[in-house]
Structure formats: structure tokens, C-alpha cells
């Protein structure tokens, strides 16, 4: 599949990230693109426990059209599909806290404090979001047919019938030797079924507006300095390997899935978007069945 490196390689990249102000140079073979990682500036992250998922490097998608598109943006001639509502969210403008402006005057984007958010609020979801041109689900109770063999996590994370496992799912994104992280938030661009590419080795499906084949919400576009019709490289990667950045900032900084049916002791568990003080209730009354739980149990 297009984007591995050879098993040697592959270690010596591992090895080299590792260390504390190396700078990475990816994709030297004939025709592939030269993409550098600074990694000095970052902080010091705590140390976690090394599993499979974390060690998995998937491969890059290589001088893909990237568009700009934003929460709330209403319908016009060209792109005739609003997004008050995603793939997988149908209150995503008012989970996300509001209308992401695109527009530069209305917008923070600093470096120095890590701020790239609207000016009028502050986003109640990672403001540093993407679509891809696949969805997983044909609704809410299943999906398509091929999404648990082209999907590679699907196995790992045994979904439910309809939940998906697609969205906030992290990406990595390259532009001019600046690195970005996102997470997968929404459906596009123009298509929702091309999983040769998102998955495979195959070119972006559509040819519309320079065969696009991924969407950047206006803080990334701010953050790498990337105007809509650029070239960009892109490859997933796990919750583990993403560095602290502005994209871990504001909201949801986890892979965030569809809310299952479930609930526990009467408390439905909040969906994506939910409140702070949902979020604390729910928390507490997990607590609250723990210690009930506990003192139920006889003393040794």
C-alpha cells in the first residue's frame, strides 16, 4: 500500500522521534514528498504504556486538494450541503458551541498562546476538525458492507451494529513543514463512500474543485497557513502518538464514538457535545454505584 516504509525504516523513524529536538525527514524515496517534523519545542509528555495500537504507523495520502469548510456553514450554488449537521452528529453547531467563522477578522490565531478559535466563544469541541469523503454507517443500527474489512481499527474497537468508528478519529496533517493534528468530524468532500482512498491506495474519487480529497476546518487552515485549493499530506494516526498542541486545547481531545443505547442505573450516558455539567453528573453518578457496590460486598 502506498506510504509504508520498510521494517528497518520503520524503526529508525520510531527510534529518531523519540528523541528530544530531532527533526524528521520523511519520504525521501525517489518521488516522494519531503516532509520535516520539528520536535523540540514540544513539551515533555507523561510516560504511557506501549501498545500495538501506538507502535502502528499508517501510511501517507501525498499531495491530496485540501478545501476549507466550517461548522455552521450555510449552502451556496457550489457546495449546496449545509453543516449545522454532520455525518454523525445532527446538533453539531450547537455542540460545537456556534458558528466556526471563517473569516480572519472574527477569528484568534496565535501561536505563541496555542489560540486558533473563534473570537465569540470558545468551542465547546477540538476546533481543529476534518472531513474525508467516507462514512461507515448506513444509519443508526449498521454498516456498510465492506467498513469491517477496509477499516483498519474496525476489528480492534468491535463496534456496535450503526456506531461508528470513524469519527474523531486523529489525523496528522503536513503543509510547508509545519505539523497539525485534527480529528475526523464530518463527511466530504462532495462524496461519502471512497474508501479506496481513505483506506486504500487510490486517488481522491471526485474532480471536483481539484480532485479535493479532504476538508480542513479554518483553524487548521490559520494554523499551517493553508488557503483553500493546496496541496497537503496526510496519514492517521492513534490517540497515543498525537503531542500536545492547540488541537488538545478546547474540547474532546479523545476519540470520540457514537453513544450506544446503553445506560447504567438509570443514567443515559451523555452523547458527544454534552455538557460540562452532564458530563459531571454522570461521572458522579458512576461514583455513586461504585461505593454502593462497594459496601455491599462483606469485610475480610
Not at 520535516?36 to 504507523?57: E, F
Not at 500536545?244 to 458527544?272: F, H, M
Request: charge should be positive; glycine fraction near 8%; include cysteine.
Amino acid at each position: 500500500m502506498t506510504g509504508f516504509f520498510p521494517t528497518a525504516a520503520l524503526v529508525v523513524v520510531a527510534m529518531v522521534l523519540t528523541m528530544p529536538g530531532a527533526v524528521v525527514a520523511l519520504g525521501q524515496q525517489s518521488g516522494a514528498p519531503r516532509v520535516v517534523i520539528p520536535t523540540g519545542a514540544r513539551p515533555v509528555a507523561p510516560i504511557r504504556s506501549v501498545t500495538p495500537a501506538s507502535r502502528a504507523l499508517y501510511p501517507w495520502k501525498t499531495y491530496i486538494t485540501a478545501t476549507i469548510f466550517w461548522c455552521g456553514e450555510q449552502p451556496t450554488s457550489r457546495n449546496p450541503t449545509p453543516n449545522c449537521k454532520s455525518s454523525w452528529d445532527t446538533e453539531w453547531s450547537t455542540n460545537f458551541g456556534g458558528y466556526d467563522d471563517p473569516d480572519p477578522a472574527n477569528r484568534i490565531a496565535n501561536h505563541t498562546t496555542g489560540e486558533f478559535r473563534p473570537k465569540n466563544f470558545v468551542p465547546k469541541l477540538n476546533p481543529f476538525y476534518i472531513a474525508l469523503p467516507y462514512n461507515d454507517v448506513l444509519g443508526w443500527r449498521s454498516h456498510k458492507p465492506e467498513a469491517s474489512r477496509v477499516i483498519p481499527w474496525f476489528a480492534r474497537i468491535a463496534p456496535a451494529p450503526g456506531q461508528t468508528v470513524l469519527k474523531g478519529r486523529w489525523v496528522q496533517i503536513f503543509h510547508n513543514n509545519r505539523s497539525c493534528y485534527a480529528q475526523w468530524e464530518d463527511c466530504g468532500p462532495w462524496v461519502t463512500d471512497d474508501w479506496q482512498y481513505v483506506f486504500g491506495n487510490k486517488r481522491p474519487e471526485t474532480t471536483q474543485n481539484g480532485a479535493a480529497g479532504i476538508d480542513l476546518s479554518p483553524s487548521i487552515r490559520d494554523y499551517l497557513g493553508v488557503p483553500s485549493g493546496t496541496k497537503i499530506h496526510w496519514r492517521f494516526v492513534e490517540d497515543s502518538q498525537v503531542p500536545y498542541g492547540p488541537w488538545k486545547k478546547y474540547g474532546n481531545a479523545t476519540t470520540k464514538q457514537n453513544p450506544v443505547a446503553a445506560s447504567s442505573g438509570g443514567k443515559a450516558i451523555p452523547k458527544d457535545g454534552a455538557s460540562l455539567e452532564e458530563q459531571r453528573k454522570y461521572i458522579e453518578n458512576l461514583r455513586k454505584l461504585r461505593d454502593e457496590q462497594y459496601l455491599k460486598k462483606p469485610f475480610n
